[in-house]
């Protein structure tokens, strides 16, 4: 097979998310994975700093770069389909599961220790919390910002995504919300 790994990854910035919503500003998986990265990342270092961690932040890193990576095979799945029962979320993963294994397929042989852990979501399970609280939190901020933008279709969106985030109860996701969200809210005359 072709080592065509990396032409895949990079076709992220393809795929639409937030599908089934009229969106004010588009968002592509690319956009949402590095969004993801650095709220990980911030995440990872407000634990370590703040809350006696000992996350590695290279793994958070990598975690969250690929963590949405099998979507390029599947597309993005509307979270209320995704989710709508149980048979409907268990058959999604195990397509999503076979997506990830076609991927890491793609790599040599050589790269695919260094990489397939985080393709394949096999990461530690704090490494793991920290991306999903990234993710809910990279959500709500989209939410945020549609609504800013005068965007009602959202509002159930982020009182739903809000209430998520909240309950996942973990201090440097409360730390950042305090501290990092506001700065959101905010224009670009307002942060200077």
């Avoid at 998986?29 to 290279?58: D, M, P, Q, W």
């Avoid at 309950?167 to 670009?188: A, D, I, K, N, W």
């Amino acid at each position: 097979m072709k080592k065509s790994f990396y032409a895949y990854m990079s076709r992220l910035k393809h795929i639409k998310r937030w599908g089934l919503m009229r969106n004010n500003m588009e968002e592509n998986v690319a956009e949402h994975t590095f969004t993801v990265a650095l709220i990980a990342h911030a995440l990872c270092v407000i634990r370590n700093a703040y809350f006696n961690g000992n996350v590695s932040e290279k793994d958070v890193l990598a975690a969250a770069v690929y963590h949405e990576a099998g979507e390029v095979i599947t597309g993005d799945l509307p979270t209320p389909i995704k989710y709508f029962d149980e048979n409907i979320m268990q058959s999604y993963k195990k397509i999503e599961r076979h997506a990830e294994e076609t991927l890491v397929s793609m790599l040599p042989e050589e790269m695919r220790p260094s990489i397939a852990p985080y393709v394949l979501q096999e990461e530690d399970e704090e490494v793991r919390q920290l991306v999903k609280a990234a993710d809910r939190l990279s959500a709500y901020i989209k939410c945020m910002e549609e609504l800013k933008s005068g965007n009602k279709e959202f509002e159930k969106a982020c009182a739903r995504t809000e209430e998520a985030v909240v309950r996942m109860e973990l201090p440097e996701v409360e730390y950042f919300m305090e501290h990092f969200l506001p700065g959101y809210s905010l224009s670009l005359d307002e942060l200077n």
